[in-house]
């Protein structure tokens, strides 16, 4: 069973500095894209930013230049390094891992999206 933990959420000023956390544990036999979304009050959940297995990132506009998004395969992690945080910035935000899982049946295994269980940012102006 595949269990996805983040941390790092929080209270913060304006202009203020933020890194979350989200690490995998469980059977994986492999993990491919990660990605950060957020969903904040009365609005649709966003892609914040992802990266690749090969490293390559792409992010929101309108988070570039503010926030880097990184990856730890040896620790099955990914990061969201949040700086020059903005009111607007604040939502729930999570993880979201496309893993790769052992299988009886199907000898490459199988391939499925996991979410977070979410982490509040809180801006404030």
């Known amino acids: 069973q595949v269990q996805l933990v983040e941390s790092g959420g929080g209270l913060v000023e304006a202009g203020g500095s933020l890194r979350l956390s989200c690490t995998a544990s469980g059977s994986i036999s492999n993990i491919n894209d990660m990605g950060w979304y957020r969903q904040a009050p009365g609005k649709e959940r966003e892609l914040v930013a992802g990266?690749?297995?090969?490293?390559?990132?792409n992010y929101a506009d309108t988070v570039k230049g503010r926030f880097t998004i990184s990856r730890d395969n040896a620790k099955n992690a990914v990061y969201l390094q949040m700086d020059s945080l903005r009111p607007e910035d604040t939502a729930v935000y999570y993880c979201n891992l496309d893993l790769t899982i052992p299988s009886r049946t199907f000898v490459r295994g199988i391939t499925r999206r996991y979410w977070g269980q979410g982490t509040q940012v809180t801006v404030s102006s």
């Open positions: 990266i690749t297995s090969a490293g390559s990132t």
